[in-house]
T-cell receptor
Framework: GDSVTQMEGPVTLSEEAFLTINCTYT??????LFWYVQYPGEGLQLLLKATKADDKGSNKGFEATYRKETTSFHLEKGSVQVSDSAVYFCASQGNTPLVFGKGTRLSVIA | EAGVAQSPRYKIIEKRQSVAFWCNPISGHATLYWYQQILGQGPKLLIQFQNNGVVDDSQLPKDRFSAERLKGVDSTLKIQPAKLEDSAVYLC?????????????FGPGTRLTVL
C-alpha cells in the first residue's frame, strides 16, 4: 500500500538557520503531496501542497517541490523562527485516503 | 468561518470502560473523517463518512469501535470496551466534497488516556 517516510526528529535549530525535512513516498499512480503542521495544543493545519510533478508548494516561507523521479517532497525554509517550533507531517493522497508520515518535531531556539 | 469542533479535549478512563467523542464539522462540509494518532506516529484513518453514509471503515476495529453520523452533520465515535492500546489522540476532519484530492480541515483532537 501507499506509504510515507520522513526523517526522524527531533530537529533542533537556532533561529535563522536553514531547515530541511526529508520526505519520500511510495504510491501507485500520481498522488497529491502535502505538508501539515501541528503546533502545541492545536490540530493539524495544512501548510502547503503540490498536486503534480514539478509543482512547488509554498506558504509562510516554507517550500517543497514534488519530485517524481526521486519520489520526494522535502520541506525547506531558508530562515526559521522560534514560532516555527512544531511537529511537521508529510502526507500522500492518491487513490487511497491520506497517508501520513510519523512526523518530525522541530524546535527552534533563540 | 468556524473550524472543526471536538469534545471533550481530554479524557481519562480505565480499561474496559466505554467512551464517546463528538465532532462538529465545518458547516456545509459533506465529508467527515475520524483519525487515530498514537504518540510518535502520524494519524491513521479510522472511518470516512460522505453525508451520513460510510465510505471507508476498513481500518476501524469494529469489535470495539463504532461511529455514526446520523443526520449527516455531527458525528460520534465510541469505544466499548477500551483497551490500553487505545490511548491516542482522536482527530476529526471535514472536507467540502468526497474528492480524494480535496483539502481536509482538522479539529484540535481528543486526547484519550486508558489506564
Amino acid at each position: 500500500g501507499d506509504s510515507v517516510t520522513q526523517m526522524e526528529g527531533p530537529v533542533t535549530l537556532s533561529e535563522e538557520a536553514f531547515l530541511t525535512i526529508n520526505c519520500t513516498y511510495t504510491a501507485t499512480g500520481y498522488p497529491s503531496l502535502f505538508w501539515y503542521v501541528q503546533y502545541p495544543g492545536e490540530g493539524l493545519q495544512l501548510l502547503l501542497k503540490a498536486t503534480k510533478a514539478d509543482d512547488k508548494g509554498s506558504n509562510k516561507g516554507f517550500e517543497a517541490t514534488y519530485r517524481k523521479e526521486t519520489t520526494s517532497f522535502h520541506l525547506e525554509k531558508g530562515s526559521v523562527q522560534v514560532s516555527d517550533s512544531a511537529v511537521y507531517f508529510c502526507a500522500s493522497q492518491g487513490n487511497t485516503p491520506l497517508v501520513f508520515g510519523k512526523g518530525t518535531r522541530l524546535s527552534v531556539i533563540a | 468561518e468556524a473550524g472543526v469542533a471536538q469534545s471533550p479535549r481530554y479524557k481519562i478512563i480505565e480499561k474496559r470502560q466505554s467512551v464517546a467523542f463528538w465532532c462538529n464539522p465545518i458547516s456545509g462540509h459533506a465529508t467527515l473523517y475520524w483519525y487515530q494518532q498514537i504518540l510518535g506516529q502520524g494519524p491513521k484513518l479510522l472511518i470516512q463518512f460522505q453525508n451520513n453514509g460510510v465510505v471507508d471503515d476498513s481500518q476501524l476495529p469494529k469489535d470495539r469501535f463504532s461511529a455514526e453520523r446520523l443526520k449527516g452533520v455531527d458525528s460520534t465515535l465510541k469505544i466499548q470496551p477500551a483497551k490500553l492500546e487505545d490511548s491516542a489522540v482522536y482527530l476529526c476532519a471535514s472536507g467540502q466534497s468526497p474528492g480524494l484530492r480535496n483539502e481536509q480541515f482538522f479539529g484540535p483532537g481528543t486526547r484519550l488516556t486508558v489506564l
